[in-house]
């Protein structure tokens, strides 16, 4: 069985701003935040994590030794990259609609969430028989991607999972699929 902990990297200002994330860090509460969850935090045989700096940081403050990976990399923003959702939504409306509405559109100049999908899906699918526990420091995208495939949702289905920053999401695999697991409080 191989057990995968996906952890979304902590805060940055672009989280705070509402805008499209460059390769920025995290801020100074993220990482402690990063910190005070490390103890929650079970053995891992193998530490991944997106090349950004700030899931890098993520990990460094989680006390881990990630192998970096680029299927694992946040989606490219293209021409959006550093700018507010508020200032695209002013600026190009049709474009930003059109982005969230069909998942395999990119009027960025970008990576349409459909490819992110597949990118992750593709990851996983490399990850399935591994064995013993994984954890994944990564993005929101990747990990809404992550939990469409193991549901097998429609891409449509996207932007229906919040993922904050530092949220934790478990799955596990039998060797042929992926299953999300909910944690129980320990009695």
């Not at 193998?46 to 950004?52: A, G, I, M, W």
């Not at 700096?53 to 006390?63: E, F, H, S, V």
Request: with cysteine.
């Amino acid at each position: 069985m191989t057990r995968l902990t996906w952890i979304c990297h902590g805060s940055t200002a672009a989280n705070r701003e509402a805008r499209f994330p460059k390769d920025e860090p995290l801020n100074d509460k993220a990482m402690i935040a990063t910190q005070a969850i490390a103890p929650r935090l079970r053995r891992a045989d193998r530490v991944f994590s997106s090349p950004t700096l700030r899931a890098r940081q993520t990990a460094d403050a989680l006390g881990l030794q990630a192998e970096l990976s680029d299927a694992l990399g946040d989606c490219d923003f293209g021409r959006w990259a550093g700018r507010s959702i508020a200032a695209i939504q002013q600026a190009e409306p049709e474009n930003l609609t059109a982005w969230m509405a069909r998942p395999e559109e990119a009027p960025h100049g970008g990576e349409a969430i459909a490819v992110v999908c597949t990118r992750v899906n593709a990851w996983m699918h490399e990850r399935m028989q591994d064995g013993g526990h994984i954890v994944a420091i990564t993005h929101a995208a990747v990990i809404r991607a992550a939990i469409i495939n193991t549901l097998h949702a429609p891409v449509s289905s996207f932007w229906i999972a919040d993922i904050e920053p530092l949220a934790v999401v478990h799955m596990t695999s039998n060797g042929s699929r992926w299953s999300l697991r909910v944690e129980g409080a320990a009695v």
